[in-house]
């Protein structure tokens, strides 16, 4: 093979090597502080399915009213339960002493909502990190991260009303 034609595959090789090191790892690892999310926490909220109809909850404006015996919200029920309620982009926990708390998910550094995870009586953000209590203030985070927003959350039995 002569100089040029060695040249040239090499050349091909050097382009054709990087492009398929980008196309199976993905641009992933090029991104730090961004406001892209992904699921990194293995704490998951329960499955938001179940076999019943209805949903579970209902809207009435800034007042959402959860049924806590449908599948869907049972969790609830017990201390150090939680939710991740995407529908009103809210954080729900029961903190004990028939206490349920109610934030908003948006995480104040950066806006992630759906990277959530809850263990030791705190919130994390999968996101960027941060990491709040179950009173909604901020423990850990990234600069000029404040606390978790916060609803009023009234417990009757098994039904929970959040006001906004």
């Known amino acids: 093979m002569n100089i040029t034609n060695k040249n040239k595959r090499r ?18 690892f090029l991104v730090s502080c ?21 949903v579970g909850f209902t ?3 800034d007042v959402y009213t959860f049924d806590l ?7 609830l029920k017990s201390v150090g339960g939680w939710k991740r309620f995407d ?3 809210m954080l729900l ?5 028939n206490i349920i708390r109610a934030f908003n998910s948006s995480c104040p ?8 995870g809850y263990s030791n009586n705190n919130f994390r953000c999968g996101c960027h990190g941060a990491t709040f209590n179950n009173q909604g203030s901020v423990l850990s985070a990234p600069g000029g991260t ?11 039995d098994d039904v929970l009303t959040v006001s906004k």
């Open 11 to 28: 050349k091909f090789l050097k382009n054709a090597g990087s492009t398929a090191l980008f196309a199976s790892l993905g641009t992933s």
């Open 34 to 54: 961004s406001t892209s999310e992904e699921n990194v926490d293995p704490t998951l909220p329960p499955d938001e399915t179940g076999g019943e109809t209805g």
């Open 59 to 61: 809207v009435d404006g």
């Open 69 to 75: 015996t449908h599948s869907s919200f049972t969790a």
């Open 87 to 89: 529908q009103g982009g």
């Open 93 to 97: 926990v029961n903190v004990g002493q």
């Open 109 to 116: 550094h950066a806006g992630c909502r759906t990277s959530w």
């Open 146 to 156: 404040g606390d978790l927003i916060s609803f009023t959350a009234v417990l009757e």
